[in-house]
């Protein structure tokens, strides 16, 4: 049995709304027509904006040997959010927390043990490759979903409260249990490599910035000029680039970004830009995990990569030797800091060739 996760797309939403129909899924199951254009609106990338819970939720399919059988939904929970009051007691104080709702879809996998560790397996999933500073999931079925109830304590969810559903949604006024689980603390030797999303971008605005100051003649923006941007230009970056950062507990050491070019005569190509690492991580591998991530992460995108590095810099231009990348050309006069110039290499990595960097 290999359990496996992903978000939603357009290709899972005849079967999603097929488990909707279900009687056994009505039963405790939002049905109403705005949660399911909610669906249809994330699997097709939220496009227009939404009504149901100001589309907040992330939803996920879990499926067993590939087959799709269960769907889950996950948001983010804080204090600013509209959500029942027993909930701000158990708000972690020390990472983020997340309501889930969970439901499986496919008859054939009941009474089989399938439900408490699908969803054991997904918390270790969403920690591991969603948010690793997610230590505290809440769950609340109804008070008469005693199936439902049972699999979550089995899950290890700790029951902590009855209370009756306030707001505009399908269980309101009605009995609720609240469950919730905790995890502890995140080493703080733990090394996790990520995608950031655009809720990171206070994060990884700090070290981008400290990158720009720090290292001036190694990127083409400017400390000046990043600086006095807004957050929503943060933001914007971590949506229109693949940005992927190195967490070692819950602090961002090193980042860089991918994207790939968009026109129908350069679509093949893509680009490596922003590498930083913080100085006092620097000589640990740090950095060749994360490019050799990106390369990972470009392959099914581009078929050849590219970066620039001013050539005074040999340290970072044997780097990226090292990574399979090598020297096509040379830009003189590239980059001006102050008053000085700095030249930039050329570099390219073929992705249709064997990887020959170390990961």
Not at 36 to 41: P, Q
Not at 250 to 273: D, M, P, Q
Not at 287 to 300: D, E, G, N
């Amino acid at each position: 049995m290999k359990l496996s996760f992903e978000k939603i797309n357009f290709r899972h939403i005849d079967i999603i709304f097929k488990w909707l129909a279900e009687p056994f899924i009505q039963e405790f199951w939002d049905n109403t027509l705005a949660h399911k254009e909610d669906i249809l609106n994330f699997a097709h990338g939220r496009k227009k904006p939404s009504n149901y819970c100001g589309g907040k939720y992330v939803y996920w399919i879990a499926l067993c040997d590939g087959h799709p059988f269960a769907m889950l939904m996950t948001m983010f929970e804080t204090a600013e959010d509209h959500i029942d009051d027993i909930k701000l007691n158990y708000l972690s104080k020390t990472g983020h927390t997340y309501g889930i709702d969970y439901m499986i879809g496919d008859k054939n996998y009941f009474g089989k043990g399938y439900g408490a560790k699908t969803l054991s397996a997904f918390l270790d999933f969403f920690r591991r490759d969603f948010d690793p500073r997610a230590d505290t999931f809440l769950i609340d079925p109804a008070c008469n979903n005693s199936r439902a109830k049972h699999v979550y304590l089995k899950a290890g969810f700790e029951l902590v409260a009855d209370f009756v559903m306030s707001g505009d949604v399908s269980g309101s006024g009605k009995p609720h249990h609240l469950l919730v689980k905790y995890f502890s603390s995140m080493d703080k030797k733990a090394k996790i490599i990520k995608k950031l999303r655009p809720e990171d971008f206070e994060i990884w605005k700090s070290v981008r910035l400290e990158a720009l100051k720090n290292s001036p003649e190694s990127f083409a923006s400017s400390y000046e000029e990043e600086s006095s941007g807004s957050d929503s230009d943060f933001k914007k970056n971590l949506i229109q680039s693949d940005v992927f950062g190195v967490f070692i507990g819950y602090s961002l050491v090193a980042c860089a970004g991918f994207y790939s070019l968009n026109s129908l005569k350069t679509k093949h190509r893509g680009v490596i830009w922003g590498l930083y690492t913080q100085l006092e991580y620097r000589g640990q591998g740090i950095a060749s995990a994360l490019i050799q991530t990106i390369i990972h992460h470009a392959r099914s995108r581009v078929i050849q990569l590219h970066l620039t590095c001013v050539t005074s810099n040999l340290a970072a231009v044997a780097f990226y030797q090292k990574q399979g990348f090598s020297i096509y050309g040379r830009e003189d006069r590239s980059l001006k800091v102050a008053e000085t110039f700095f030249d930039e290499y050329l570099m390219i990595l073929d992705l249709t060739k064997e990887s020959i960097g170390n990961s």
